[in-house]
């Protein structure tokens, strides 16, 4: 049996209060007054002064500096530096997303407690992960089910495997159903599996889930 790998942010995980969610955030630049923010090992973001994306608000932005709150609490961060605390939520069982400049809404979430980025997907009928994703999760797909699915590159052999846990922001699902296909992705796919439990709004760029069940 293989041996449990516990990362720094696993174990902040099961250290800080069981209310939030450990955040690791950095600051990866400054453009005006929007910071180039990575959560979780995400891709940069630029959020405006006063958005909060995945639990993070971005409070200000002072020359090479920025000031962040997570879980109510004030960190600053330079370029370069990261922050690590954690995100407790509004309490209202609700994900408020920015679309970036193509209309796409990109979240950061955990699977089972592993980190993983996601781009919504309508279109999807579950949630589609790549190899890679999977294994970094630890599904065993072994338990899985084949199935076949239509990709934009035709029909392929896919498994179907429950997951755990979903968790974006404040929101925890249990028992989502994902597949794992069988070629890499560059992201995975937040598909109807978690969206058909939410009540979906879009207001302009801005898009709420809100949890129904």
Known sequence: MARPHFTLLTLLALLLPSA???QDVGLAGIMGSKAMLMINGGEPQAVPVGKTVDGVKLLSVQDDQVIIEIGG????LRVGQHAIGVSGGDGS???VMTAD????FYTTGTVNGTSVRFVVDTGATSI???PNDARRIGLDLRQGQRGLTSTANGTVVVTRIPLD????????MHNVEAVV????MPIALLGMSFLNRMEMQRD??????KKRF
């Open 181 to 184: 296909l069988p070629t890499e």
């Open 93 to 95: 069982d609700k994900i």
């Open 20 to 22: 939030g969610m450990a």
């Open 165 to 172: 846990t979903v968790r974006i922001g404040g929101v925890t």
């Open 128 to 130: 589609a992960l790549g």
């Open 204 to 209: 302009g760029s801005t898009m709420t889930l």
């Open 101 to 104: 400049v193509q209309g796409h």
């Open 73 to 76: 609490k004030k960190r600053p």
